[in-house]
């Protein structure tokens, strides 16, 4: 970091200067986040999940989600022709699970965005802003936290309508307030800092103070909060989807497992069709989880350290 | 002085570290938090009022699914339930109907709504009562184990399988039970009921009956039990975790005191304090989990209810168990707030 800025001085602005203070703070929490075993192993298998959902159309031919098309037999046990068995309509388990793996990480992901994106805002806002807006904002956060979760999103669905885009506005527009909660804390403390403070003192306005100064160092914990709520985010889905409340014109591990709870995979004994997307689910999340809270372990302390 | 005053949590870190903050006595702290309460009540209400009568567009089109056909029943469908009337007054409607208890017909059952939440009220107490009392006291004790002998294989398995646990979705673990011990596997036959509450041949009020229900209760309870136990758990675990450096356990030790002495009369006595919150905080969490281990084991509560009423749809049973289940949280989020207020005075600044 010093090396650099001594080497050419001349030649970097300041805003190049930041980036590269912020490239190697990076740079480090990724040295820091190697050595963190938990959270190498949940990277692992998140990049295997990433690539299957990625590769999907050239590991199975998306023709085997057609219900028309299918031509295997019904609920039939795993064999050579089907790895994993087949589902009610005779699809191979194994072709929805990839092609699950798609829907199930495009919907945690981008409804983790909308969420982040509210959160990070009214979190901001509530903490750096004093008075009646702070206020306001604070006490939205906090009765949004008291309605049960689940309860409002079954309900907003069902109001909404069945499709893709709308489970992910409901999962984003209903998980933010916990990150709006930690976002705020840590704006609380970053405000009182000294170089907010001088910033202040040479005349920045408020706008520049939050973007400059105070979102820069929030981010970090913004970025180990997001890994956290996207598990909570597929989650969601998969609850969603198992209550019918998924598109149902597209497969996600959830609305696999609606088909074989309706299909009555339980009490036939079709383990091939309840045990995988279940097991995928929790692999997924458990990485995203693992990557978090090794994020959190690594980011925390050097934020404490800093003051 | 400043830590102690950033300490006690997230809500009272705004308090000037210069002076020090008068604390209040536990009436105005009670009367602080009961209309903090009511506010959230209120805003529940206007959340539900919105939700169904002005973000679907035509209200008598989604109230009415499909029995509404001709001009005249539209017509009568708004004026029953004054849909005519400018916002602000349907919403006093609405709060006078929700307030007198009228809460709409079942388009499903033709019975008043609140008549079926009454009735399907008990089940779902009972489901979520005795997990959340089992699921504390479980997770508190292995949380203390594990944080107590760190690194051991003990805490190593116990973390492990927290963190699966709670990454699994809970009604996937109850499918996974019922097909288990349930129906049964392989040479193993089922042992336990694979849904509902109590057999169809007998009587609920015999002392049969109330026997037939705990075994019936007893693959759900394991459920939310192991779902919500792993919340707990690792809450505890990390909560016991920081105040391990604390100076006060050295002078604990420094008097002698056995290491179970130290670990249950000061270290945990303190650490319990934040885990009180996320007990009550996951009030709400441990709602939504009875909705789905409800449907999974049809049992007939509040959450079969409201998933019952998704597919047709039923929107008057959907604000009716929306409604109480809100109201349900904030009350259980209340009485921990005031729980919290008595055990730790800090707090009341």
């Known amino acids: ?307 | 002085m400043t830590l102690a005053a950033a300490d006690p949590g997230l809500v009272t870190a705004e308090s000037e570290p210069e002076v020090r903050p008068r604390r209040r006595g536990y009436a105005s702290y009670v009367g602080l938090k009961v209309l903090g309460s009511i506010g959230s009540l209120f805003f529940m209400l206007v959340v539900n009022f919105f939700l169904f009568r002005v973000l679907p567009g035509d209200p008598a089109h989604t109230l009415g699914r499909g029995r509404l056909s001709t001009e005249a029943q539209v017509e009568a469908f708004n004026k029953t339930y004054g849909l005519q009337q400018p916002v602000w007054q349907q919403f006093l409607t609405f709060l006078h109907n929700t307030f007198t208890g009228q809460l709409g017909i079942s388009v499903q059952y033709r019975l008043p709504v609140s008549q079926l939440i009454a009735d399907r009220m008990v089940p779902t107490i009972l489901l979520v009562g005795t997990s959340t009392i089992l699921a504390t006291v479980i997770g508190v004790y292995l949380g203390i184990r594990g944080a107590w002998g760190r690194g051991s294989r003990f805490d190593k398995v116990t973390t492990g399988t927290s963190l699966t646990l709670y990454a699994m979705p809970e009604w996937w673990l109850g499918l996974l039970l019922i097909a288990a011990l349930g129906v049964g596997f392989w040479i193993f036959p089922g042992v336990f009921p694979t849904g509902g509450l109590h057999s169809p041949d007998v009587d609920p009020n015999s002392l049969k009956g109330v026997l037939d229900t705990t075994w019936h209760l007893v693959l759900p309870v394991t459920t939310l039990t192991l779902a919500y136990l792993a919340d707990y758990s690792l809450i505890m675990r990390s909560s016991l975790l920081d105040e391990l450096g604390e100076d006060y356990l050295q002078t604990a030790r420094a008097k002698g005191l056995r290491d179970i002495q130290v670990r249950n009369r000061h270290a945990v006595r303190n650490a319990l304090l934040p885990t009180t919150t996320i007990v009550a905080l996951n009030i709400g969490f441990v709602v939504s989990g009875a909705i789905t281990v409800e449907t999974v084991f049809s049992i007939p509560g509040l959450g079969l209810l409201a998933t019952d009423a998704i597919q047709v749809p039923d929107f008057w049973v959907l604000q009716g168990t929306f409604l109480v289940a809100s109201a349900g949280v904030i009350f259980a989020n209340l009485i921990a707030n005031l729980l919290y207020g008595l055990l730790d005075p800090r707090v009341r600044t």
């Open chain 1, 1 to 307: 970091m010093t090396t650099t800025a001594t080497d050419k001085p001349r030649q970097l602005s300041a805003s190049q200067l930041a980036r590269r203070r912020r490239m190697a703070a990076w740079k480090r929490t990724w040295g820091q986040f190697r050595r963190h075993r938990s959270g190498m192993l949940g990277l692992v298998i998140l990049v295997f999940f990433v690539a299957v959902a990625l590769l999907a159309p050239l590991i199975a031919s998306s023709s085997g989600l057609d219900v028309t098309k299918a031509n295997g037999p019904v609920l039939a046990p795993p064999s050579s022709d089907y790895v994993l068995g087949t589902d009610e309509n005779g699809r191979s388990v194994l072709t929805l699970l990839i092609w699950g793996a798609r829907v199930s990480l495009f919907v945690g992901l981008l409804a983790t965005l909308i969420s982040m994106v509210i959160g990070t805002l009214v979190g901001l806002i509530s903490g750096y802003f004093g008075g009646w807006v702070g206020r306001i904002t604070f006490r939205l956060t906090e009765w949004f936290l008291t309605i049960p979760f689940l309860p409002l999103a079954i309900v907003m669905s069902t109001v909404l309508g069945r499709g893709l885009f709308n489970i992910v506005i409901v999962i984003g527009v209903t998980s933010w307030p916990g990150t709006a909660l930690l976002i705020r804390s840590q704006t609380l403390s970053i405000r009182e800092r000294a170089y907010v403070e001088r910033a202040q003192a040479i005349g920045a306005g408020r706008w520049h103070q939050l973007g400059r100064h105070v979102l820069p160092n929030v981010m970090p914990m913004v970025f180990a909060n997001t890994t956290l709520t996207v598990a909570i985010a597929i989650l969601t889905e998969t609850t969603l989807s198992f209550l019918g409340l998924g598109d149902p014109t597209r497969v996600s591990w959830g609305t696999m497992l609606n088909g074989a709870y309706e299909a009555g995979a339980i009490t036939t004994g079709c383990w091939w069709y309840v045990v995988p997307p279940g097991v995928c689910v929790v692999l997924v999340v458990l990485a995203f989880t693992l990557i978090g809270q090794a994020l959190e372990e690594v980011l925390n302390p050097r934020l404490r350290a800093r003051r």
